[in-house]
C-alpha cells in the first residue's frame, strides 16, 4: 500500500512542466548535466523534481535556503542514481546545509553509530551522513565543486555515496549490489586498490586519489566515487579495474560520457 501511494505521489508530482528556472540553474551551476544527453538530461530531472518535493532542505547558520542550492544538491544527489533503481536515498527525509565550513558537536552514540566512519571530536567539516539522515552539506564546498568537475572533488557525491553504502545498514564500503558475482569482484579489486593506496601514501608515493580515501573503505568508495564521476576518463586510463566495478554498480559508462562531450564541445573534432 506505502509503495502505491509513494509512487501516485511521484507521478502526480511529474505532471507539473520542469521550471525553465531550473533548467537555467542546471545548465549554469552543474557541469555535468552538460555532459548528459538528451535521455539522461530528461531522467535526471525527473528524479530532481521528485527529490526536491520529498526531501525537505534546512538552511543552518542563517542561510537562506533558495531553489539555486535545492537544484544544484538534488542534481549532485540523483547523478549518482541515474542509471539505478532506486527509492530517491530511502528514507533519508533532511538535509542541512551550511553556508561554509561548520563545525559539528559529536552526535550521541547510537546502535547505527558505532562505524569508525562518524567523527566524535568537534573538527570542521564540508559534509556528513547518517544512517537514515540527515546528509550535512556546506554550500560553498557544493556550489564551488559542482561547476569545477576537474578538481575531483564533490562533497555532494562523497556524502551520498556513503548513504547509497549505509543503505544495508553498514558503513563498509560495499554498497547492495545485485549478485554474489558483483560482491566478489568488488571485494577483490576494492581491497587491491585500497591497500595499494595505503603503501603508496606510506611510501611516500604520489597516487592518483585523494589520501582521505586511505582512511578506511567506507572513505575509499566515497572518494572513488568523486573520481568516477569528475576525472572518469583518467580514472579508467590508470585504475581500470576499479572504473568497471563502479561503472557496473552505478550503471553509467561516465568515461564515454566524458568523451562524448569533449567531441562535440569541439564540433565534433
Known amino acids: 500500500m506505502y509503495h502505491w501511494l509513494r509512487d501516485h505521489r511521484r507521478k502526480k508530482i511529474l505532471t507539473e512542466p520542469f521550471p525553465l528556472v531550473w533548467r537555467t540553474i542546471l545548465g549554469e551551476k552543474v557541469r555535468h548535466y552538460s555532459f548528459l544527453n538528451a535521455d539522461e538530461k530528461h531522467r535526471l530531472e525527473q528524479l530532481l523534481q521528485v527529490f526536491v518535493a520529498e526531501k525537505t532542505f534546512i538552511g543552518c547558520n542563517g542561510l537562506e535556503m533558495v531553489d539555486e542550492i535545492r537544484v544544484v544538491i538534488a542534481a549532485d544527489a ?13 528514507k533519508l527525509e533532511t538535509i ?8 559539528v558537536p559529536p552526535p550521541k552514540a547510537g546502535v547505527f553509530t558505532q562505524s569508525p566512519l562518524f ?21 560553498d564546498e557544493v556550489k564551488r565543486e559542482s561547476r569545477h568537475p576537474e578538481t575531483g572533488h564533490n562533497v555532494v557525491y562523497h556524502e551520498f555515496a556513503h548513504y547509497l553504502d549505509m543503505l544495508d545498514g553498514r558503513a563498509d564500503g560495499t554498497p547492495e549490489l545485485r549478485s554474489r558475482e558483483q560482491y566478489r569482484m568488488w571485494a577483490e579489486v576494492f581491497a587491491a586498490e585500497f591497500l595499494a593506496l595505503r603503501r603508496k601514501l606510506k611510501a611516500g608515493e604520489k597516487t592518483f586519489f585523494d589520501s582521505y580515501g586511505a582512511t578506511n573503505e567506507a572513505e575509499f568508495f566515497a572518494v572513488a566515487t568523486e573520481y568516477f564521476f569528475d576525472q572518469p576518463v583518467k580514472m579508467q586510463k590508470n585504475h581500470k579495474a576499479l572504473y568497471d566495478v563502479l561503472a557496473g554498480f552505478y550503471q553509467q559508462d561516465t568515461a564515454e560520457r566524458e568523451r562524448r562531450s569533449r567531441k562535440n564541445s569541439h564540433g565534433g573534432v
Open 78 to 90: 540523483c547523478m549518482l542514481i541515474l542509471g539505478l533503481p532506486h527509492n530517491l536515498y530511502g
Open 96 to 103: 542541512l546545509v551550511y553556508p561554509s565550513t561548520v563545525v
Open 119 to 139: 567523527e566524535r571530536s568537534e573538527t570542521p567539516i564540508s559534509g556528513q551522513a547518517f544512517i537514515n539522515g540527515p546528509v550535512i552539506l556546506v554550500w
